[in-house]
Nanobody, 123 residues
Framework: VQLQASGGGLVQAGGSLRLSCAVY??????MGWFRQAPGKEREFVAAIRFTTGTIIYNDSVKGRFTISMDNAKNTLYLQMNSLKPEDTAVYYC???????????????????WGQGTLVTVSS
C-alpha cells in the first residue's frame, strides 16, 4: 500500500491550492487529511468515511476546504480556498482499513500515511 501526496506550495492569503493523494494497493474504509504545523501536534482537517458516505471537517476549515475522492483515479483531493496564514503546515493524507465516526478524527485510527506536502500561506 502506498499513498503519495502532492500539490503543496506557497500561496498568498486568500488564495487556493488543491492537494492530491494517489492511493495504490487496496481500498479503505475511510481516508482523511491531517496537518502539522511546526511545534504543534498533528491536527485533523477532513475525512471521508466511504462505507456511509459521511464527510467531516475540522471547524476551522469548514466552508473553505472540500475533501473529495475520485474512485476512477484512486485519488483523494483537498480543495483549499480562502487560505489563511494559520493554515500553514505539512499536510498528510491517511487511510484507514476499519474506522468509526467517533474515531475518524484521531490520527492513531489510520493505518497508512502519505509522505506529507508543505503548504505555506503568506500574509
Amino acid at each position: 500500500v502506498q499513498l503519495q501526496a502532492s500539490g503543496g506550495g506557497l500561496v498568498q492569503a486568500g488564495g487556493s491550492l488543491r492537494l492530491s493523494c494517489a492511493v495504490y494497493g487496496r481500498t479503505f474504509s475511510a481516508m482523511g487529511w491531517f496537518r502539522q504545523a511546526p511545534g504543534k501536534e498533528r491536527e485533523f482537517v477532513a475525512a471521508i468515511r466511504f462505507t456511509t458516505g459521511t464527510i467531516i471537517y475540522n471547524d476551522s476549515v469548514k466552508g473553505r476546504f472540500t475533501i473529495s475522492m475520485d474512485n476512477a483515479k484512486n485519488t483523494l483531493y483537498l480543495q483549499m480556498n480562502s487560505l489563511k496564514p494559520e493554515d500553514t503546515a505539512v499536510y498528510y493524507c491517511a487511510a484507514a482499513a476499519i474506522i468509526t465516526i467517533s474515531t475518524i478524527s484521531i490520527p492513531a485510527s489510520y493505518d497508512y500515511w502519505g509522505q506529507g506536502t508543505l503548504v505555506t500561506v503568506s500574509s
